[in-house]
């Protein structure tokens, strides 16, 4: 069993930034390959990034140049930072894992707001 806690939401201007952060306690996060979705209300949950057990990385056309994913094992997290920030990224942001093996993980969530 894996608990995966994300922090680091907020309240951001346009064109600020955040980093995200999602933090895991039970297992290693090494073997699993991690993501970020968000759902804004009143919308379904979509994939943001996602980046494999050896560090490739994928990205939503929506934030590609302005997002990076990134893990560090040593530390058991992995980071969203975001930059250049919009309206349009209003939203619960959680993190997802899966081992090699099977299972599915998911964080309770964390909300960036984005507004002038």
């Known amino acids: 069993q894996v608990q995966l806690v994300e922090s680091g939401g907020g309240l951001v201007q346009p064109g600020g930034s955040l980093r995200l952060s999602c933090e895991a306690s039970?297992?290693?996060?090494?073997?699993?390959?991690m993501d970020w979705y968000r759902q804004a209300p009143g919308k379904q949950r979509e994939l943001v990034a996602a980046i494999t057990i050896i560090g490739r990385t994928n990205y939503a056309d929506f934030v590609k140049g302005r997002f990076t994913i990134s893990r560090d094992n040593a530390k058991n997290t992995v980071y969203l930072q975001m930059n250049k920030l919009i309206p349009e990224d209003t939203a619960v942001y959680y993190c997802?894992?899966?081992?090699?093996?099977?299972?599915?993980?998911w964080g309770q969530g964390t909300q960036v707001t984005v507004s002038s």
């Open positions: 997802n894992g899966r081992h090699v093996t099977g299972g599915d993980y």
């Open positions: 039970g297992r290693s996060l090494s073997m699993f390959a």
